[in-house]
């Protein structure tokens, strides 16, 4: 096979709602869809960077120099989407701008081979159970109200966002309200080792689990937080690589890993950390970084796969935007849950011309 061409989009679609969470406040989503060409048919990815540095050390412009630069020269002579991800761990980190670009070409295979990305992932669901992540906003009245209008259209599972300041009360207001429902709290690294006794109080919440309450480098404070507190640990920024989640887990950081093939660095990555979790006893679920109906087709393949037990942060599209890039929005169907795309190809079919036109802010093809 030959690529020949790839394009990148920087492509910026504006939120129904700004997303807030401990570290950062997006009123847009940002991103970089890449696409690769062979013999007519094409293939899609998406990196989901922001414009700042505020989730991973990347960023629109680092991610496009480092494809442009780096990883489109080397997929041009391993177009393969394994071949390619093992080429590319010659360059250190560079998750995001890896992910979109692998994605890219098993999208490609999907194409070629008349195969769902599921089945070529070794999949086995038809449809995933799916939850919601919802954002701070200064009232905590307001988040509830939030939450209220979430679990009337259906999602089976809230996640709220909390920081320092934002945490207690918020999630002793949703327990007043929802005694059943399943919770689960993301402080995107916001506290400290300092916070350990106030964050074991929250065992009383009964939660599904606690995402990264401390920085990604910080794996002590996460093992000194498992071993005195009932609710399971759940790292998300912690595991930015394979070898990561394999030493998470030995380290007994976590019960549970949220796995997004973007933050690991591509789906072959993803699948392995899938693998090695099954094999180990960790829970996954398939997370999210609010990707737009593209990288959204992606999660929905990847969190087919067995192991992944627990709801997602896949949500439908018009959680996110009024318009999408792609035709038709992704929604919930009958069962509450979303339906994994089991058609004979790729995405291509799939994408809405008109909105691609009017949300690319720069265009470059190589
Ligand atoms: O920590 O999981 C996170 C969004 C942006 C950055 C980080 C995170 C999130 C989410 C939203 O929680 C997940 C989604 O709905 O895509
Ligand atoms: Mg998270």
Request: hydrophobic share 40%; aromatic share 6%.
């Amino acid at each position: 096979m030959v690529i020949e061409k790839v394009e990148l989009r920087y492509v910026s679609l504006p939120l129904r709602t700004p997303f807030e969470t401990s570290t950062a406040r997006e009123t847009h989503k940002d991103c970089i869809l890449v696409t690769v060409t062979s013999e007519g048919q094409r293939g899609w990815g998406e990196a989901p960077v922001m414009l700042e540095p505020l989730y991973s050390a990347e960023t629109v412009e680092t991610a496009w120099h480092v494809l442009r630069d780096f990883l489109i020269p080397l997929a041009k002579v391993s177009p393969e989407p394994a071949a390619f991800a093992k080429a590319c761990s010659i360059f250190k980190g560079q998750q995001m701008a890896k992910a979109g670009l692998e994605a890219a070409l098993w999208d490609l295979q999907c194409e070629r081979r008349g195969a769902s990305l599921s089945s070529l992932l070794g999949g086995t669901r038809k449809e995933v159970e799916v939850g919601v992540s919802v954002g701070l906003e200064p009232e905590v009245a307001e988040i509830l109200r939030k939450v209220r209008e979430y679990r009337e259209r259906g999602y089976q599972r809230i996640k709220l966002k909390i920081r320092p300041g934002q945490d207690r009360d918020l999630l002793a207001g949703f327990r007043s309200e929802h005694d059943d429902l399943p919770l689960q709290a993301d402080a995107n690294c916001a506290y400290g080792a300092a916070d350990i006794p106030h964050l074991m109080s929250f065992d009383e919440f009964d939660m599904v689990l606690l995402e990264q309450p401390f920085p990604g480098e910080d794996l002590v404070s996460h093992i000194a937080l498992q071993k005195k507190m009932n609710t399971s640990i759940c790292l998300d920024e912690s595991v930015s690589s394979v070898s990561l989640a394999r030493q998470a887990i030995a380290l007994k950081a976590c019960r549970n890993i949220n796995i997004k093939q973007a933050r690991i660095g591509g789906l072959s990555a993803a699948v392995e950390v899938h693998d090695l979790c099954r094999d180990q006893g960790i829970d996954v679920w398939c997370g999210g970084l609010l990707e737009t109906g593209i990288g959204r087709f992606h999660n929905l393949a990847l969190a087919s796969l067995p192991g992944f037990c627990l709801p997602g942060d896949i949500s439908e599209s018009g959680r996110y935007f009024e318009q999408d890039i792609l035709q038709e929005p992704i929604v919930l169907n009958e069962n509450r849950n979303i339906d994994v795309p089991d058609f004979a190809g790729g995405v291509d079919r799939l994408v809405c011309v008109e909105s691609l036109k009017r949300y690319t802010q720069r265009l470059d093809v190589f």
